[in-house]
């Protein structure tokens, strides 16, 4: 039970930040129809200005700068760069935005080298909430849930019941109309791939003091958001969350299962009797396996349900 409920509640954690990390990829998305490669690095600057930011002046300054400064930039790339690219349609997107990732990473290695910062969880957090069973549960990570819950409220809200959201959506369907409303709507896709970008950045700093701030942790985590997006469906803000809670639990949960199918199996007394590669295959422990989860269930999606759990935007 101990096992189960600590799990539980590292896998909503963990579940969340994916969420809150996808979330600007989704929008950016689901307004623009621009699937960003760069959308990880922008986490990346995102840990990495929080982590200079805090060294002059703090954590909770950080917290609003860093995002602010990360949407700064990629407003810049959307109107000086993705925007010129644009008219030459998605692969071209695509190329820019893969090119875009390469060129952060670097910049990120020039200014802070290759070894990873020692950026810290604030102080007035660091400690213990509560405890489950001989457990403690840090109350750093009920932050990270408060803030990634505000988000996905915040989100929904601006999208679906403001006239902001609106004229955003209709931006993506109809731009000349919008465009005759009076609308300014270069400036309306400039500030989505913006506001996008800075959510990436605030993933970043509420997520670069939980994981490890390194030129690596765009890499690691930049496969696992186009593995939320397919499985929660292309443009859907639920379906992200939805997407992001189910691969943070299973990530999570394999971490824990020492055990292979044959093991389980062999406890109900059912011995197969595999040989050979067979064999092999069948007695690969569960936790091995956990990296590897995201993307057999990204592709049993496409194979079964290719607009993915909420997805409704054809390909």
Excluded: C
Aim: hydrophobic share 60%; charged share 10%; no cysteine.
């Amino acid at each position: 039970m101990e096992f189960f409920l600590i799990s539980l509640l590292n896998s909503l954690v963990y579940g969340m930040l994916l969420f809150m990390l996808s979330s600007g990829l989704t929008l950016i998305f689901s307004m623009m129809g621009v699937l960003n490669f760069a959308h990880a690095s922008f986490f990346m600057l995102g840990a990495y200005f929080a982590y200079q930011i805090s060294n002059f002046i703090g954590f909770w300054p950080a917290l609003i700068i860093a995002p602010i400064l990360v949407g700064v930039v990629g407003a810049f790339v959307e109107r000086y760069g993705l925007r010129t690219v644009h008219k030459y349609g998605h692969v071209a997107e695509l190329l820019f935005t893969f090119g875009l990732a390469f060129i952060i990473e670097e910049f990120v290695l020039l200014i802070w080298g290759r070894i990873a910062v020692d950026y810290r969880i604030p102080a007035v957090l660091d400690y213990s909430i509560f405890s489950v069973f001989e457990s403690q549960f840090p109350a750093y990570r009920v932050f990270m849930l408060a803030i990634s819950i505000a988000m996905f409220a915040g989100l929904f809200y601006v999208i679906a019941k403001t006239r902001i959201g609106l004229i955003i959506q209709a931006a993506l369907t109809h731009p000349e109309g919008v465009n005759m409303l009076g609308h300014n709507v270069p400036k309306i896709f400039m500030l989505v791939f913006g506001g996008g970008s800075a959510l990436a950045g605030l993933a970043g700093v509420i997520g670069g003091n939980y994981l490890i701030t390194s030129p690596g942790m765009a890499i690691m985590l930049g496969p696992i958001v186009f593995v939320i997006i397919v499985v929660g469906g292309m443009g859907s803000l639920t379906g992200a969350l939805i997407a992001s809670l189910l691969i943070g639990g299973l990530q999570t949960f394999a971490v824990g299962f020492d055990y292979s199918i044959s093991d389980i199996l062999l406890y109900f007394n059912i011995d197969i009797g595999f040989e050979g590669i067979l064999y092999d295959i069948w007695i690969i422990k569960i936790v091995d396996t956990g990296p590897l989860l995201p993307y057999l269930l990204m592709v049993l999606m496409l194979i079964f349900r290719p607009k993915g759990i909420m997805g409704a935007r054809e390909s």
